[in-house]
């Protein structure tokens, strides 16, 4: 049981594990994938439309608490856009729901702006949603923000490509800009008594700024690959479930993963995170990204070339005989 902590703070990693690995065996989905397609295009039958759906979870208690909304459209469009690239896809059209106690127009002005501007930056088109105030639902002062995106994926660019990911591989690790969107419970149970408006360290930013940065979009990245030909064989967004749960996602039979977390140094506002919760290291890198928002698969000349390109990455791990992901 590696969840100890975040489980004590209010939520069970292995429950739901759990819970996905019955809609697998039950229901029959595929729960391994960051986004899901359907073959929807008459002209071309080898485009696939994809859609992925994700919210912003308690992120939203702590910017209400700080009274900051302005980055949490951006969380949410950004996290659906990074689902969507780690199935090799395109972002098309985003739509959202905004559930509330009470209706606040000018707290819906302010999500929906900041959606309209993200997914302009990456590249789709924000093109309705749905607003509820439920007040027997939602506790006063506070709200759900969900959204879902549609794009499409040429069959010959669906990610992930298990066929091309082979033992001496090498993990690209693409630096994130601080929590993103997961964690945020325990974030919250650790933070509760402190003040926020201190530095993280020492001519540093804010706790209130490094816990509220915006969930950072990768569409640049993936879009300076394809231009190079860089093509991963497999993408993974790290977010719920950490290093552990989502590059495991990738991994054909017989493939393992090997994350060597001396390969890059932890931003200190997940330093201080693990040290004042007590977490073993096991569980930091299962509930946070410790400072790596997107894991690419490639093979190790490209891998390279890539970290050349995109600047703010590095080579991180390794894929090797066997199974699972392992830390050293």
Not at 143 to 152: H, R, Y
Not at 261 to 271: K, L, S, Y
Request: glycine content about 14%.
């Amino acid at each position: 049981m590696t969840g100890a902590r975040y489980r004590k703070a209010g939520v069970d990693i292995e429950a739901g594990e759990a819970a996905v690995g019955l809609l697998r065996t039950g229901a029959g989905l595929d729960t391994n994938a960051f986004a899901q397609g359907v073959a929807a295009d008459d002209v071309d039958p080898s485009v696939r439309t994809l859609a992925t759906t994700d919210g912003v979870g308690t992120k939203t208690l702590l910017a209400a608490s700080l009274g900051r909304l302005d980055g949490l459209g951006a969380d949410l469009v950004n996290h659906c856009v990074n689902d969507l690239l780690a199935a090799g896809g395109r972002p098309r059209m985003f739509l959202d729901y905004i559930g509330l106690h009470r209706t606040d127009p000018g707290t819906v002005a302010m999500l929906v702006h900041g959606m309209r501007r993200a997914c302009v930056e990456s590249g789709c088109e924000l093109v309705g949603g749905e607003t509820a105030e439920m007040p027997d639902v939602y506790r006063p002062g506070t709200f759900e923000l969900v959204g879902t995106l549609i794009g499409t994926v040429h069959a010959d660019d669906a990610l992930p490509r298990r066929d091309r990911m082979k033992s001496g591989n090498l993990l690209v690790g693409l630096t994130s800009s601080g929590p993103h969107t997961n964690g945020y419970t325990l974030i919250r149970s650790v933070v509760e008594d402190r003040d926020l408006n201190l530095s993280v360290e020492p001519g540093g930013a804010s706790w209130a700024d490094a816990l509220l940065a915006p969930h950072r979009s990768y569409a640049a990245h993936a879009a300076a690959l394809r231009a190079e030909g860089l093509a991963p064989a497999g993408i993974a967004h790290i977010t719920g479930g950490g290093f552990q749960g989502n590059v495991g996602r990738l991994l054909p039979d017989g493939v393992g993963a090997v994350v060597d977390t001396a390969a890059w140094r932890p931003p200190a506002v997940f330093r201080q995170l693990v040290e004042w919760s007590g977490m073993l290291r096991d569980e930091a890198y299962r509930v946070f990204n410790m400072g790596i928002g997107l894991v690419l698969a490639l093979p190790s000349d490209q891998a390279r070339s890539a970290v050349d390109l995109l600047g703010d990455a590095c080579i991180m791990g390794r894929l090797e005989p066997g199974s699972g992901v392992r830390l050293e």
